[in-house]
C-alpha cells in the first residue's frame, strides 16, 4: 500500500501465512538520503481486541484497511463456496445420469466411474460416451422403437 494512505492510529490488513490479521499503525518512519526516501510501518498486531506484537513493516506489506480486506475475503468465501456446492451438484446429476444410461441398455455399472473404457464413464462432471456406448444406446432405442437401420430414410437438404 502506498504510505501516503497509510494513516497513524489506522487499522490495516495484512497476511500472515493464510491469514488475514490486525496491524495499528502507531508510527511511520521515513529516512530520507540523497537518491530516495524509504518508510517503514511501526505499529501491533491485534489479536483478541488486544496489541500482541510490535511489527515494523515495509508499506507493501500492508494491503489495505482491515474492514475493506474483510468483507473481500469474506466475499470470496461466499462466491468459492457456491461454486463448490454448484460442482458438487453437477456431480451427482452426472453419475445419476451415468446409472440412469447403463439402466437403459441394461448394462451392469462399472464401480470405477473414471475408468476410460466404458460405455459411460465420469469426466470433470459430466459423463462421456464412448462409441460403443452409442452403439449400445442407437441399439436399446431401435429396439424400443422397433426400427432397423434398413428402414431408415435419410432425408437430404435439396
Not at 90 to 98: C, F, G, I, M, S
Request: no cysteine; aromatic share 6%.
Amino acid at each position: 500500500m502506498q504510505t501516503s494512505k497509510i494513516k497513524t492510529d489506522g487499522v490495516y490488513a495484512i497476511r500472515r501465512g493464510a491469514n488475514l490479521e490486525r496491524f495499528a499503525v502507531d508510527e511511520i518512519v521515513t529516512t530520507k538520503s540523497v537518491d530516495k526516501s524509504t518508510s517503514k510501518i511501526v505499529g501491533y498486531v491485534i489479536k483478541d481486541g488486544k496489541r500482541e506484537h510490535k511489527l515494523t513493516l515495509d508499506p507493501s506489506d500492508i494491503i489495505g484497511p482491515f474492514e475493506e480486506q474483510a468483507a473481500l475475503v469474506e466475499q470470496k468465501r461466499v462466491e468459492d463456496e457456491k461454486r463448490k456446492l454448484a460442482a458438487e451438484e453437477r456431480e451427482r446429476q452426472a453419475r445419476a445420469d451415468r446409472r440412469a444410461l447403463y439402466k437403459f441398455v441394461g448394462a451392469e455399472v462399472p464401480r470405477n466411474e473414471k475408468d476410460y473404457h466404458q460405455l459411460f464413464r465420469m469426466n470433470y462432471g459430466s459423463v462421456e460416451i464412448s462409441g460403443e456406448g452409442k452403439t449400445e444406446l442407437l441399439k436399446k432405442i431401435r429396439e424400443i422403437t422397433g426400427t432397423k437401420m434398413a428402414d431408415l430414410k435419410v432425408v437430404s437438404d435439396a
